[in-house]
C-alpha cells in the first residue's frame, strides 16, 4: 500500500514537473485569438517552415502548420479542422462547392523534381515526358533499357532495377506529375489520369515529400517526383527534363521563371494558371514540371481577419525568403490576382 | 473496527430512524446509479463506435452496395473504389504472421514450461513480455531503417534463389511490401500468443502429463498427446487473438507496406491492408465517396475484428465449461 | 529382438528398439526447436533494443530534450513532444480511470451474472475495437467542426484504455473475499460505504497495476493520436485546448523522413518511449509482488 503511495505520487510528480516545464518553456503572448492552424502541401512546407518565425515577429501570431498532404489539407479547411488549408492541386468544382465560401489563392511557386538513386552513372541523367510515363506506367522497367539509352548516351547506365516512388497520400505534387505526365502521353492520361491521389500500376508508395525522399535514399534504383527543396535539402541528384525547346531543363529559379513566363496579362481565374509543359515561347531553359503552389481560406471565420493579414504578408514579403529554397517570387500578374482574391476574405 | 465510520452506521442493535435508513437508502442510490451509469455509457458507447462508422460510411455502402466486398479497385480520379485489395493484403499478411508466429509461440511456451529450469525461464519469460511492450511504432521505425533493407538485401534474395520457381518468391526484392509487414506482424504476435500458451500450459493437470510418462511416453510425446490435446482450444483462442491484433494494427504495417494498390501473387510486392489504407489516406479524402469508401473499409475491419474476438471468447467459454464439467 | 536380456530391467531392452531411438531423437528435436523459438525471440528483443539504444544514444543531448520538434531544415529536439505526451496521458488517465473502476465495480458488486457476463462481453469487445477506428470516432464526432485538440486526442486514448483498466480492476474486486463485505454490512455499513471504504483500498494494489500496465501501452499509441492530435505547433505547449504534438507521433513522422538527422532524432525519441514503456512496466511488477509477495 505504501508502495503504491509512494510510486503514484512519483508519477504525479513527474507530470507536474512536465507541465512547470512545459509552462516556463512555452513560448510567451500565445493566446488563443493570434493561434493560426494550418495543414496540407508538403510541397510548399520549407518555405512556410521559414514563414513562422518571420510572421510571429512581424504580427505576434502564432503558426501551426503539418505537412499532411495536399488533400488532407482541402480535407481540413472544408471540415473547418483547421483555419487554412495548403495544397499545389487548385479545387475542382465540387470540392469549391464543398468548401462553404473558400477562396483558393496562390502563393507560391516551385518545382518538382526527379531525383534518382543510381550509383556510379558519371553524369546527370536526361529523361523526357515520355519516357518518365513509361516508368510510372511500369513499361521500362531497368535503367539500362533503350528508352534512357537514348537520351543518356555517353553515361554508365546500370543493369539495375528501377523502382518508381510514389506518394501514398493525397498529394498536389502528384496532381502536377500527373498533370505533367498526362499532356504528354496520352496512355498515362488515360490508363492513370491526372489527380492527386492516382492509381499507379507499379512502385512503392510513401506518405509525404518526406516520405518519398526517405524511400530513395535507401533504395537503389529508385526515382520519385518530389517538390526541388527537398531533392536539395537530402542533396540528390535530379534529372535535367527535356522541354519543348529540346533543352533538359532543370528545376532551379530560372527554369521556374521561363515556365511562367507565357501567362495571360491579367489573370482572372485559376484555369489559367496551367504551366505544365510549357511551349518553345517560355524559353530554353524553361522547366516543364513546375506548379503554384495555393492557400484555401474560409471567406468567413473567427481568424478571418488573422489569416487575412497572414496571406498578404506570404504574398508580398513572404516571397523574398523563397528564392534560397528555390521558390521563385510570384510573377507580377499572379500577385495581382492574389490581392482581388485576398479581398474576399471577411475581417479586418 | 475503527475503519467503520460510526456516523453512518447505526450502533448494532439500535434500528435506524426513518430520517438515517433514508439517508442511507440514498447513498447506496446514488453510487449504485453511478456505477450504472458507467457501465450503461460503456455500452452505449459501444454502439455509437459502429454506429458512426456506419454513418459515415453509408455514402459508399449506398453507392457500391455489398459488391464493395469483392471488388479489386481503389482508382480516385474514376471514384472506382473496393475493398478486395485490402481484405487480400489483410488475410495475407496475418496468415504470414500466425503460420510462423504460432509455432515459435508454442516453442517458447514449452520452452518455459517443460524445458528451462526456474531461474532460466522466469528472466527469458519477463523478455518475452518485454517484446510485447515495445510500441508499434517504435518497430515500424526499426522496420524502416533497419528490418526493412536487410529484407530486401538478404532475406529476399535467398528465398528467390532457392524458391525462386514458387511464384510467390518472384518479383523484385523491395524494402517496403507484403513480407516485411508480415514479419513486422510476426514480432508483434509472438510475445501475445505465447504469454497465452505459456499459461495453458501452466494449467494442464500434472497428473495427466505424469500418467502418459508412467505409461512409457517421451516427454515430448507427452507434451504433443496430453498438454497440446488439452490446451487446444485455448491455443485457438491465441491464434485467434493475436489475429486481432495482426488485423488492427495500422501504424507499423503502413510504415513498411508500400502503399501498393492491386492484389499481387508475389509476397515482394507492395500491397495494403485495411488498417495501413485507412491510416495512410482518410485525412487526405477528398470527396464524399472517398472518404465514405475509406470508413467503408473501417466498417469491414471492424466487422472481422468482431467475429475473431467473439470466436476467441466464445472458444474460451466452452473450454472454461467443458473443464468445470470435468 | 534377438539377444536375451542381462537383466530384466525394461529400460535396457528397450534400449536396442529402432522404435525408441526414433522417438528419443524427436524428443531431443522438439526440445531443440523449443530452445531455438525461446532463442529467437531474445535474439530479436536484443535486436530491436539494441539497436534503439545505440542509434539513439548518440543523439541524445540536452538541446534534444529542451528544444522542440524542428521546422524543415532546422535543429529540434523532441521537447514539445514529451509535454504533450505528458499531458494527454494524465488526462486520458484522469478520464478513463474512474469510469473503468466504476463499471468494475457495478460488474462485481451490482450486476445480476448475466448482467456481468454481458458487460465482459462488451469491454472485450470494446477492447478489440482496433486504435485506428476509434481514432476515426472521436474525429467523426469531435474534431470534425472543432478542430484537434490534446482534449480529444486523450478522450480516444481514454477509449482504449477503459476496457483494460475495467478488467483488471474486476479481476481483482473478485479475488476479494467475501467475507470482507459481509462482515462490513453486517455491522450495518451502507453497501457503497463497503465499496468505497473497504473493498476498493484492498483492491488498490491490483487497480494501481492494471492502471501502469495500460498506461504503459497508451503511451505508445499513435493510430488514435493521428487524426485527434497531430497538426500541432513546433514550440512548446500546455494548451491542451489545442493540438498537442506527442511523442509516438513524432517518431512516426521521424520514421518516415529521408533527412538522418531526422531520423537519429526518431531513434532518440524511440528510446525515451521504451524507457519510459519500461520502467512502467517495471513498476507494475513491484506492485504487484508487493501485494501478493512481502
Given at each position: ?38 495543414t ?28 499532411t498532404g495536399s488533400g488532407a489539407g482541402i480535407a481540413g479547411v472544408t471540415a473547418r479542422t483547421v483555419?487554412?488549408g ?6 475542382s468544382?465540387d470540392q469549391?462547392t464543398a468548401c462553404k ?67 501514398s497520400d493525397t498529394s ?23 489527380s492527386t491521389a492516382v492509381n ?5 508508395g510513401?506518405r ?141 | ?41 460503456s455500452v452505449f458507447l459501444l454502439g455509437w463506435i459502429a454506429y458512426k462508422v456506419l454513418d459515415l460510411a453509408w455514402p459508399s455502402i449506398q453507392h457500391f452496395g455489398l459488391s464493395f466486398v469483392w471488388t479489386e479497385a481503389w482508382d480516385p480520379v474514376t471514384e472506382q473504389f473496393g475493398a478486395l485489395t485490402f481484405i487480400y493484403g489483410t488475410a495475407l499478411t496475418s ?148 489475429l486481432g491484433r495482426a488485423f488492427g494494427e495500422a501504424i507499423?504495417v503502413t510504415?513498411?507496406i508500400?502503399g501498393g494498390n492491386s492484389i ?7 500491397g495494403d491492408t485495411l488498417a495501413s489504407r485507412i491510416a495512410s489516406q482518410y485525412q487526405g479524402a477528398t470527396s464524399q465517396l472517398q472518404a465514405g469508401s475509406i470508413l467503408y473499409l473501417a466498417a469491414i475491419l471492424m466487422a472481422i475484428s468482431l467475429v475473431t474476438n467473439v470466436a ?15 | ?121 462488451v469491454?472485450d469487445v470494446l477492447n478489440g475495437v482496433p486504435a485506428i477506428v476509434v481514432g476515426i470516432f472521436i474525429f467523426g464526432i469531435l474534431v470534425v467542426g472543432h478542430g484537434q485538440?490534446?482534449?480529444f486526442g486523450?478522450l480516444a486514448l481514454?477509449i482504449l484504455?477503459?476496457p ?57 499509441e499513435t493510430a488514435p493520436l493521428l487524426f485527434t492530435s497531430s ?64
Amino acid at each position: 500500500m505504501k508502495k503504491a503511495l509512494a510510486a503514484t505520487l512519483a508519477v504525479a510528480a513527474l507530470v507536474a514537473i512536465a507541465l512547470v516545464a512545459g509552462r516556463a518553456a512555452a513560448a510567451p503572448a500565445a493566446t488563443k485569438d493570434t493561434a493560426i492552424v494550418g495543414t496540407g502541401s508538403s510541397f510548399v512546407f520549407p518555405l512556410v517552415s521559414k514563414w513562422i518565425p518571420e510572421v510571429a515577429k512581424a504580427y505576434g501570431f502564432n503558426i501551426t502548420y503539418s505537412p499532411t498532404g495536399s488533400g488532407a489539407g482541402i480535407a481540413g479547411v472544408t471540415a473547418r479542422t483547421v483555419d487554412f488549408g495548403a495544397s499545389d492541386a487548385p479545387l475542382s468544382a465540387d470540392q469549391l462547392t464543398a468548401c462553404k465560401g473558400c477562396v483558393v489563392i496562390p502563393w507560391a511557386l516551385s518545382a518538382t523534381s526527379i531525383p534518382y538513386n543510381v550509383p556510379g552513372l558519371g553524369g546527370r541523367l536526361h529523361l523526357d515526358g515520355p519516357t518518365l510515363a513509361n516508368i510510372y506506367l511500369g513499361k521500362i522497367t531497368s535503367w539500362n533499357a533503350p528508352a534512357i539509352k537514348k537520351l543518356n548516351p555517353s553515361l554508365n547506365l546500370p543493369n539495375l532495377r528501377i523502382t518508381p516512388v510514389y506518394r501514398s497520400d493525397t498529394s498536389g505534387t502528384t496532381y502536377n506529375f500527373t498533370e505533367y505526365l498526362s499532356t504528354v502521353s496520352g496512355e498515362f492520361k488515360s490508363k492513370v489520369g491526372n489527380s492527386t491521389a492516382v492509381n499507379f500500376p507499379t512502385g512503392v508508395g510513401a506518405r509525404g515529400s518526406s516520405g518519398v525522399a526517405g524511400v530513395v535514399s535507401k533504395t537503389e534504383g529508385a526515382l520519385t517526383y518530389v517538390d526541388v527543396a527537398y531533392s536539395l535539402a537530402n542533396h540528390f541528384t535530379f534529372a535535367g527534363i527535356k522541354n519543348k525547346s529540346g533543352a533538359f531543363a532543370l528545376p532551379g529559379l530560372r527554369g521556374i521563371k521561363q515556365a511562367v513566363s507565357q501567362l495571360p496579362k491579367k489573370v482572372t481565374s485559376l484555369s489559367q494558371l496551367k504551366i505544365v509543359d510549357p511551349p518553345k515561347s517560355a524559353g530554353k531553359q524553361a522547366y516543364p514540371i513546375v506548379t503554384f503552389s495555393y492557400v484555401i481560406v474560409p471567406t468567413n471565420s473567427s481568424k478571418a481577419g488573422s489569416v487575412r493579414k497572414l496571406v498578404y504578408w506570404a504574398v508580398t514579403q513572404g516571397q523574398k525568403f523563397g528564392p534560397p529554397l528555390l521558390f521563385e517570387p510570384l510573377p507580377v500578374t499572379v500577385q495581382a490576382f492574389a490581392y482581388r482574391e485576398i479581398k474576399k476574405i471577411q475581417g479586418v | 473496527m475503527s475503519t467503520i465510520d460510526d456516523t453512518a452506521a447505526p450502533a448494532a442493535g439500535q434500528a435506524a430512524t426513518g430520517l438515517e435508513r433514508r439517508r442511507l437508502r440514498l447513498g447506496d442510490t446514488l453510487f449504485r446509479g453511478l456505477a450504472l451509469t458507467a457501465s450503461a455509457g460503456s455500452v452505449f458507447l459501444l454502439g455509437w463506435i459502429a454506429y458512426k462508422v456506419l454513418d459515415l460510411a453509408w455514402p459508399s455502402i449506398q453507392h457500391f452496395g455489398l459488391s464493395f466486398v469483392w471488388t479489386e479497385a481503389w482508382d480516385p480520379v474514376t471514384e472506382q473504389f473496393g475493398a478486395l485489395t485490402f481484405i487480400y493484403g489483410t488475410a495475407l499478411t496475418s496468415l504470414i504472421a500466425l503460420v510462423i508466429a504460432v509455432p515459435i509461440s508454442i516453442g517458447i511456451a514449452l520452452f518455459l514450461t517443460e524445458i528451462a529450469p526456474k531461474k532460466v525461464a522466469a528472466p527469458i519469460a519477463t523478455m518475452v513480455e518485454l517484446l510485447a511492450a515495445i510500441p508499434s511504432v517504435v518497430l515500424g521505425l526499426w522496420g524502416i531503417l533497419v528490418f526493412g533493407p536487410w529484407i530486401a538485401e538478404h532475406l529476399e534474395p535467398f528465398l528467390q534463389d532457392h524458391l525462386g520457381f514458387l511464384p510467390i518468391f518472384s518479383g523484385s526484392p523491395s524494402q517496403a511490401g507484403i513480407l516485411p509487414a508480415a514479419l513486422v506482424l510476426t514480432i508483434m504476435i509472438v510475445p501475445i500468443t505465447s504469454a497465452i500458451c505459456r499459461e495453458l500450459f501452466l494449467r494442464v493437470p500434472r497428473d495427466l502429463t505424469d500418467g502418459a510418462l508412467a505409461l512409457g511416453s517421451t516427454r515430448w510425446e507427452s507434451i504433443r498427446g496430453v498438454t497440446l490435446t488439452y490446451a487446444a482450444p485455448g491455443i485457438a483462442a491465441a491464434v485467434l487473438l493475436g489475429l486481432g491484433r495482426a488485423f488492427g494494427e495500422a501504424i507499423a504495417v503502413t510504415q513498411v507496406i508500400g502503399g501498393g494498390n492491386s492484389i499481387n501473387v508475389s509476397w515482394f510486392a507492395t500491397g495494403d491492408t485495411l488498417a495501413s489504407r485507412i491510416a495512410s489516406q482518410y485525412q487526405g479524402a477528398t470527396s464524399q465517396l472517398q472518404a465514405g469508401s475509406i470508413l467503408y473499409l473501417a466498417a469491414i475491419l471492424m466487422a472481422i475484428s468482431l467475429v475473431t474476438n467473439v470466436a476467441a471468447q466464445l472458444i474460451v467459454r466452452r473450454f472454461e465449461k467443458a473443464r468445470r464439467a470435468a | 529382438m534377438s539377444a536375451v536380456p542381462q537383466t530384466v530391467d525394461a529400460y535396457d531392452i528397450t534400449r536396442r528398439s529402432n522404435g525408441l531411438r526414433r522417438r528419443r531423437a524427436t524428443e531431443k528435436l522438439m526440445g531443440t526447436l523449443g530452445v531455438v523459438s525461446a532463442g529467437l525471440a531474445v535474439a530479436i528483443l536484443a535486436l530491436v533494443l539494441g539497436t534503439v539504444l545505440l542509434k539513439g544514444l548518440s543523439a541524445l543531448d540536452t538541446d534534444f530534450f529542451t528544444q522542440p520538434r524542428p521546422l524543415f531544415g532546422a535543429e529540434g529536439g523532441i521537447a514539445d513532444a514529451l509535454v504533450g505526451s505528458a499531458i494527454i496521458v494524465a488526462m486520458c488517465v484522469v478520464f478513463a480511470v474512474p469510469s473503468a473502476v466504476l463499471v468494475a465495480i457495478y460488474m462485481a458488486e451490482y450486476a445480476s451474472p448475466r448482467v456481468a457476463t454481458f458487460l465482459r462481453i462488451v469491454l472485450d469487445v470494446l477492447n478489440g475495437v482496433p486504435a485506428i477506428v476509434v481514432g476515426i470516432f472521436i474525429f467523426g464526432i469531435l474534431v470534425v467542426g472543432h478542430g484537434q485538440s490534446g482534449l480529444f486526442g486523450a478522450l480516444a486514448l481514454a477509449i482504449l484504455m477503459l476496457p483494460m483498466v475495467a478488467r483488471a480492476t474486476q479481476e481483482v474486486l473478485e479475488v476479494i473475499p467475501r467475507s470482507l463485505r459481509e462482515a462490513s454490512l453486517a455491522l450495518g455499513v451502507t453497501k457503497w460505504k463497503t465499496t468505497t471504504s473497504i473493498v476498493l483500498p484492498a483492491a488498490i494494489g491490483g487497480i494501481l497495476t492494471g492502471v501502469v500496465i495500460a498506461v504503459a501501452r497508451v503511451a505508445g499509441e499513435t493510430a488514435p493520436l493521428l487524426f485527434t492530435s497531430s497538426i500541432a505547433a513546433n514550440q512548446v505547449s500546455t494548451d491542451a485546448l489545442h493540438a498537442l504534438p506527442t511523442l509516438p507521433v513524432a517518431i512516426f513522422t521521424f520514421s518516415e523522413s529521408a533527412d538522418p538527422a531526422d531520423q537519429a532524432r526518431g531513434w532518440a525519441a524511440a528510446l525515451v518511449l521504451i524507457v519510459f514503456v519500461l520502467v512502467t512496466n517495471i513498476l507494475a511488477k513491484v506492485f504487484s509482488r508487493g501485494r501478493t509477495g512481502r
